[in-house]
């Protein structure tokens, strides 16, 4: 992701002379390419990100189209305030990129662990919010970010690259893309969630028990049209992401549901627990450590679905939920 938003950049800077670059200590065959075509509309603030987005306020105030660019801890949490302060109460258009987001630096420790910023930026009035789940996602999005009038935070991450989107499949901002199509049972994912997700609706498929996928890669604006839309229909919602279940999709979700979904829904969200781990490894360690792992989500998945039929629930007699909780693999 992070090497297919710098190429756009190079290509985008090419067309707009107004185009700026603020990173923050990062390099290393990373940004050579633009600091090399563009030396001028480039700034490398070192570790000092409060000043890096007071230099990206600065240059926005002045009518630069600004881009400022480092890990996710210290793109978006070293300099909140910055950003609260300099970039949204003035509501200028940078576009704050994180790279790394969830446990992609799992290996430098809980430092380098991103695992709370969807939440910090979510909570920032006007701030736009997407975490694309794949490649295509961020090829898409990218230049829909880029003519936005208000400030953005994108959130970029490693990944399986599993998902397979249907033919003609469009990437909008701001709303929810329809992978795996279900009426009744949909598991959505953002980020690098959704390889995970397309993992778990593989797993359930396999046990007999279909479910829909959808890709949620703008979380703010939250795409509430969509769940909308199929109101009449759906009867379980789960959410996937790889960062905390406080603060992120997980939250976004249920607070729509239980605010504007005038049916009984069943609900959880899965992501990383209230907790730090204090220990070192891997994305794939910490993942498996965290719980994030297909077989385990579909479990819980089984046990929520067969608790509903005996709690008697609203589960219409023949419904895809009511025959997939009574399958023998259960």
């Given at each position: 992701?992070?090497?297919?938003?710098?190429?756009?950049?190079?290509?985008?800077?090419?067309?707009?002379?107004?185009?700026?670059l603020v990173v923050g200590d990062v390099g290393y065959s990373v940004i050579e390419k633009f600091q090399e075509k563009y030396p001028e509309r480039m700034v490398n603030a070192g570790v000092a990100e409060?000043?890096?987005?007071?230099?990206?306020?600065?240059?926005?105030?002045?009518?630069?189209?600004?881009?400022?660019?480092?890990?996710?801890?210290?793109?978006?949490?070293?300099?909140?305030?910055?950003?609260?302060?300099?970039?949204?109460?003035?509501?200028?258009?940078?576009?704050?990129?994180?790279?790394?987001?969830?446990?992609?630096?799992?290996?430098?420790?809980?430092?380098?662990?991103?695992?709370?910023?969807?939440?910090?930026?979510?909570?920032?009035?006007?701030?736009?919010?997407?975490?694309?789940?794949?490649?295509?996602?961020?090829?898409?999005?990218?230049?829909?970010?880029?003519?936005?009038?208000?400030?953005?935070?994108?959130?970029?991450?490693?990944?399986?690259?599993?998902?397979?989107?249907?033919?003609?499949?469009?990437?909008?901002?701001?709303?929810?893309?329809?992978?795996?199509?279900?009426?009744?049972?949909?598991?959505?994912?953002?980020?690098?969630?959704?390889?995970?997700?397309?993992?778990?609706?593989k797993t359930l498929e396999a046990q007999g028990i279909p479910t829909g996928l959808v890709s949620m890669p703008t979380i703010k604006p939250f795409d509430s049209e969509f769940f909308l839309a199929r109101h009449k229909?759906?009867?379980?919602?789960?959410?996937?992401?790889?960062?905390?279940?406080?603060?992120?999709?997980?939250?976004?979700?249920?607070?729509?549901?239980?605010?504007?979904?005038?049916?009984?829904?069943?609900?959880?969200?899965?992501?990383?627990?209230?907790?730090?781990?204090?220990?070192?490894?891997?994305?794939?360690?910490?993942?498996?450590?965290?719980?994030?792992?297909?077989?385990?989500?579909?479990?819980?998945?089984?046990?929520?679905?067969?608790?509903?039929?005996?709690?008697?629930?609203?589960?219409?007699?023949?419904?895809?939920?009511?025959?997939?909780?009574?399958?023998?693999?259960?």
């Amino acid at each position: 992701m992070r090497n297919i938003f710098l190429n756009y950049l190079f290509e985008e800077a090419a067309r707009d002379p107004n185009l700026y670059l603020v990173v923050g200590d990062v390099g290393y065959s990373v940004i050579e390419k633009f600091q090399e075509k563009y030396p001028e509309r480039m700034v490398n603030a070192g570790v000092a990100e409060q000043n890096m987005v007071g230099m990206a306020a600065g240059l926005a105030m002045a009518g630069k189209n600004v881009y400022v660019y480092s890990i996710v801890p210290f793109a978006c949490m070293r300099c909140f305030e910055q950003i609260r302060v300099d970039v949204c109460y003035q509501n200028l258009p940078i576009k704050i990129v994180g790279n790394g987001g969830g446990y992609s630096y799992g290996q430098a420790g809980v430092t380098h662990h991103a695992l709370e910023d969807v939440a910090i930026m979510r909570v920032l009035p006007g701030m736009t919010v997407v975490s694309p789940g794949s490649n295509r996602e961020v090829k898409d999005l990218i230049p829909q970010i880029n003519h936005l009038d208000g400030p953005s935070y994108l959130r970029l991450s490693t990944h399986e690259e599993l998902v397979q989107y249907p033919e003609q499949t469009l990437c909008k901002l701001g709303k929810a893309i329809e992978i795996i199509p279900h009426d009744e049972i949909l598991i959505v994912g953002t980020g690098n969630g959704l390889d995970l997700a397309w993992q778990t609706c593989k797993t359930l498929e396999a046990q007999g028990i279909p479910t829909g996928l959808v890709s949620m890669p703008t979380i703010k604006p939250f795409d509430s049209e969509f769940f909308l839309a199929r109101h009449k229909n759906v009867k379980a919602i789960f959410t996937i992401e790889e960062h905390s279940v406080i603060g992120g999709l997980g939250e976004a979700a249920s607070s729509f549901i239980a605010q504007s979904m005038p049916n009984k829904i069943i609900f959880k969200a899965f992501g990383v627990q209230d907790f730090y781990y204090h220990t070192v490894g891997s994305r794939a360690y910490l993942k498996k450590h965290a719980g994030l792992e297909a077989e385990q989500i579909s479990t819980t998945i089984k046990q929520l679905l067969n608790a509903a039929q005996i709690e008697q629930t609203s589960l219409l007699p023949g419904s895809t939920i009511d025959k997939a909780i009574t399958h023998k693999n259960i």
